[in-house]
């Protein structure tokens, strides 16, 4: 076995159903007497539904979290946290909702509670992405990590079997860039697998019976590993390209993330033959970018990034601006490539390796 380094994050974490009954007394175990309690707008009521479930501890909600953190937002927020003088967050909902939380966090140094009600996998990570001015930028800080995240299965039952299929993708592609990632390790390579297969099975299942708490379960402890391996190894190509697109477009995170991974995965396939084995296993496929293009389909998810708003005249910009600062990938990153890989995944074809 080679030698390696595993760094995990210190949080605790609170799984099961019916979990959010703990949310007082981890307020208490955090000394926060005056939390903010952060959502989407479309979250406004599960926001209001912790504040009657804290009572006194509440200080006031703020419902205008937005995909992608837009920076305009988070000064917005720090506002809010200062007139109401919050001594800490409470954030419930999907990737926006964490990534305001851990902008506030990273600004003010305020303890964290998470109530993910997706499979986004942000809150098990260090990682914040902010947008200004259209662009999307990246930053690891030990200060936006939550102090408690609380895994209740029973308020993901609100998602849509779409919603779950896409939230879920969006999750397996963190286990999949994790398997390649440059300082990727046995623990996290695990982890991954796990977490790969537990979404490959319980997604679809999902989709047939909405309702199932035990498919449900499964889903979000999947979904846990994913953000596991997000916060522990870097990501690569598929990570930018979706913060890339995402931004200059104003795509849907989690669609972005779906119709771009079979595509991500191809190009990456020739020089990661080790972690495409994994993926391919990990789904039941004899390839991981079909596999993962079928799982997809399967599922009823997007399969173009024209259907999911991205203009065709913007291809060769995307491609331009994902070669500026990359990330570390496994196959060099060259404008061509990454120009023909947007060409395929906007007009939705099955992924082909170059």
């Known amino acids: 076995m080679r030698d390696f380094i595993y760094q995990a994050s210190p949080m605790r974490v609170v799984f099961g159903a019916g979990q959010v009954k703990c949310l007082p007394d981890e307020l208490d175990r955090l000394g926060i ?28 909600v703020f419902a205008g979290a937005i995909t992608h ?31 305001l939380s851990k902008a506030i966090a990273l600004r003010t140094d305020l303890p964290q509670v998470i109530l993910p009600t997706t499979y986004a996998g942000s809150e098990m990570t260090p990682i914040l992405g902010e947008t200004r001015d259209g662009i999307k930028t990246t930053q690891l800080s030990t200060k936006v990590v939550p ?37 990727n390790n046995p623990i996290t390579s695990m982890i991954a697998r796990k ?43 598929h990570h ?3 913060h890339t697109v995402g931004a200059l477009f104003d795509l849907p995170h989690a669609e972005t993330h779906a119709v771009l991974l079979p595509h991500t995965v191809a190009y990456n396939a020739s020089a990661a033959p080790d ?24 599922l009823d998810a997007p399969l173009s990034l024209a259907e999911i708003g991205m203009p065709a005249v913007g291809i ?11 990330y570390w990938n496994p196959r060099p990153v060259e404008q061509q490539g990454i120009r023909d890989l947007l060409v395929q995944a906007w007009c939705g074809r099955r992924p082909q390796q170059p």
């Open 33 to 60: 007497s005056r939390a903010l309690v952060v959502s989407t707008s479309q979250q406004h009521e599960q926001a209001e539904r912790m504040v009657r479930l804290i009572g006194a501890r509440a200080a006031g």
């Open 69 to 99: 953190t837009p920076v305009t937002v988070t000064d917005r927020a720090i506002d809010a946290v200062r007139g109401l003088d919050a001594d800490g967050i409470v954030a419930i909902g999907g990737g926006a909702t964490t990534g």
């Open 147 to 183: 102090e408690t995240v609380i895994y209740d299965v029973e308020l993901t039952v609100s998602m849509s079997p779409r919603f779950s299929a896409l939230s879920g993708l969006n999750a397996v592609a963190h286990a999949v860039e994790a398997l390649y990632a440059r300082d």
């Open 195 to 237: 977490a790969i297969s537990k979404l490959a099975i319980a997604l679809p299942r999902i989709s047939a019976r909405p309702s199932d708490l035990n498919c449900r379960q499964d889903a979000l402890y999947g979904a846990w590993l994913c953000g596991i391996c997000l916060g522990t190894v870097g990501m690569a190509l």
């Open 240 to 242: 930018k390209l979706c």
């Open 275 to 298: 972690a495409m084995d994994s993926v391919a296993t990990a789904i039941g496929a004899r390839d991981a970018a079909e596999g993962l293009f079928d799982l997809a389909k399967k």
């Open 316 to 326: 060769t910009k995307a491609a331009r601006l994902a070669i500026e600062n990359p």
